[in-house]
């Protein structure tokens, strides 16, 4: 079995080539990380202001998934149309911040919560209206900012 490296470009079996790619990535998953333990301070603040009650419906992450999508759907729009950002940017906000900040690992184990406590009409529920919210948030957004951004121009 032939094994493909994990860039193309790159030959891992050559040390000059495995050294490159860990300088050039280190900053990255730096960024990554750094910006994943703010998101996820700033989510567990919101879970500890807006606590959800067992057995009721979890408005706390499903406003958390909704705004960091609307939050995504601007940040992309301004770093790819409006602004050319440092490398580290994306990573830093979007990666991190954003995906440390919403959160699929919560949302799926509230659904398992409701379920397991016989609120699957809930649950449900929950689990259809965050998809929209995400989704709608994330397009209302980016569709907004690039207006702005278009009513803006001279």
């Known amino acids: 079995m032939r094994h493909e490296p994990v860039d193309p470009d790159v030959d891992l079996h050559i040390p000059a080539q495995r050294k490159d790619l860990r300088l050039r990535q280190g900053p990255v998953v730096i960024a990554v990380a750094l910006g994943g333990g703010v998101g996820a301070a700033a989510r567990y603040g919101a879970q500890l202001l807006w606590p959800t009650q ?11 998934n909704a705004i960091g999508c609307a939050i995504i759907g601007v940040f992309m729009v301004v ?6 950002a440092h490398r580290l940017v994306r990573p830093f906000f979007g990666t991190g911040v954003l995906g440390g900040f919403t959160t699929f690992s919560t949302y799926a184990t509230d659904i ?11 649950g449900l529920a ?3 209206l965050t998809l929209l919210a995400a989704m709608a948030s994330v ?3 980016a569709t907004l900012t690039r207006r702005i951004i278009k009513w803006r121009q001279p």
């Not at 067992?54 to 958390?64: I, K, M, S």
């Open 126 to 128: 929950y689990l259809a």
């Open 54 to 64: 067992a057995g009721a419906f979890p408005w706390t992450t499903l406003a958390v």
């Open 112 to 122: 398992q919560r409701l379920v397991d406590g016989r609120e699957a009409r809930t």
């Open 79 to 84: 770093i790819t149309d409006v602004w050319a």
């Open 139 to 141: 397009w209302i957004t």
